[in-house]
Nanobody, 128 residues
Framework: QVQLVESGGGLVQAGDSLRLSCVVSGGTFTTKAMAWFRQAPGKEREFVATINYSGNSRYYAASVEGRSSISRDNAKKTVYLQMNSLKPEDTATYYC?????????????????????WGQGTQVTVSS
């Protein structure tokens, strides 16, 4: 049974930073790209950031690029999302997702329909 558990969300002020974590238990981790998505009330779930299975390739949504950093620790089966200079428009529930492909190469894991497992989400609220 594969489980993804996010943590690290909270209520912060604009300009603050947060580090989200996603711990994966069960199944494989080192062969899988991982990604973060977010969903604000009344909006579609959208891609935020992705990291490939080896951790040497990253890609970000334009809305967070330059303010965020995704990383992974394969020994701890954990993926992180460091978010800086937070804005009220970053308010959303943040989800981590596991790529359904193994050793993805040549394409980027960033589509919500390309995931086989999701976490339950962690809420990030940024006040102005």
């Amino acid at each position: 049974q594969v489980q993804l558990v996010e943590s690290g969300g909270g209520l912060v002020q604009a300009g603050d930073s947060l580090r989200l974590s996603c711990v994966v238990s069960g199944g494989t981790f080192t062969t899988k790209a991982m990604a973060w998505f977010r969903q604000a009330p009344g909006k579609e779930r959208e891609f935020v950031a992705t990291i490939n299975y080896s951790g040497n390739s990253r890609y970000y949504a334009a809305s967070v690029e330059g303010r965020s950093s995704i990383s992974r620790d394969n020994a701890k089966k954990t993926v992180y999302l460091q978010m800086n200079s937070l804005k009220p428009e970053d308010t959303a529930t943040y989800y981590c997702a596991r790529d359904l492909m193994d050793y993805r190469s040549g394409t980027i894991f960033m589509g919500k329909y390309e995931s086989d497992y999701w976490g339950q989400g962690t809420q990030v609220t940024v006040s102005s």
